[in-house]
């Protein structure tokens, strides 16, 4: 079943919006905010109701309408999706707008005729986009907080930057307000931001790991995981205790600096150093 071929678009969910179905013989009029409280039994009834309606429909403008109504139905079951991939490297705004778009594909090439509830379709798909995002923009090694939020910011601010020199890198730590330390470490980590585990749990307590170590599901995830760990084993104590504190256990330069008797100058420059050698290594056997 499908309407017009017009752009994919997230309908409104503007408290006005009318949600029409039927209840064996009674009509019921839902606002978008009484809706997203529906029982899982009644969203799926309506659900089924609406694609039924727009199968019948009598022209594309109608079938929409219908299959906008389904989305509106059933977009808090793409947010729970997105939300259990929450706190993983990607913002949980670019997830639930994933998540959104994959329903909406969901909903108009889905057939009701099938006799089967929309979401045993809908949700493997709205995973599936999800994983493939994380594919694409995840962290093969999870940065600190602080060098993820400079990072975002960099790629925002970077195209006004042609040279990548001191001035550069000083005018660029200006613009994001990020110290000039960070803006270096976060641009020498460019490269790992993808394949991020996105299996592992996640819970309020949840350390993130130095290196993403996904289960067998994901090849490419698990590729990641056995190139990056030879590569590891060839770095010395102090160099891996270093990438251990600061990935690991998120310690400041100057935290990392105190427990190693090191200078914050000499951590920041062997951070830099270790990640542009990691990069160059994962570039070499790739």
Not at 131 to 151: E, M
Request: hydrophobic share 45%; charged share 30%; aromatic share 4%.
């Amino acid at each position: 079943m499908t309407a017009s071929s017009a752009p994919e678009s997230v309908p409104s969910t503007s408290p006005r919006t009318e949600v029409v179905a039927h209840a064996g013989a009674e009509v019921i009029d839902l606002d978008a905010t009484r809706a997203r409280r529906l029982s899982d039994a009644d969203r799926a009834a309506f659900t089924q109701h609406l694609l039924e309606q727009a199968a019948a429909a009598g022209s594309d403008a109608e079938c929409q309408q219908m299959l906008d109504r389904v989305v509106e139905l059933n977009m808090r079951v793409a947010e729970a999706v997105a939300r259990r991939y929450a706190r993983k490297g990607v913002p949980i705004e670019d997830l639930t707008q994933v998540a959104y778009l994959a329903l909406v594909r969901v909903v108009r090439s889905f057939e009701p005729e099938q006799g089967r509830d929309l979401l045993a379709y809908a949700v493997p798909s709205i995973t599936g986009e999800i994983r493939r995002h994380f594919r694409d923009h995840g962290w093969t090694i999870r940065p600190p907080r602080d060098v993820q939020r400079a990072h975002s910011r960099i790629l925002r601010a970077q195209a006004s930057f042609e040279k990548l020199d001191e001035k550069a890198v000083a005018g660029l730590a200006a613009e994001v307000e990020e110290s000039v330390d960070t803006v270096r470490e976060a641009l020498a980590a460019r490269s790992f931001y993808s394949l991020l585990s996105i299996d592992a749990p996640v819970t309020e307590d949840s350390a993130p790991r130095d290196v993403a170590v996904p289960d067998d599901r994901s090849a490419e995830q698990c590729e990641a995981r056995l190139l990056l760990a030879p590569l590891l084993k060839t770095l010395g104590t102090r160099e891996r205790d270093v990438l251990r504190l600061r990935f690991a256990d998120e310690l400041s330069q100057r935290e990392i600096a105190e427990q190693l008797g090191m200078s914050q100058v000499q951590v920041s420059r062997l951070l830099q150093k270790l990640l542009v050698q990691l990069r160059q290594a994962l570039g070499e056997v790739a």
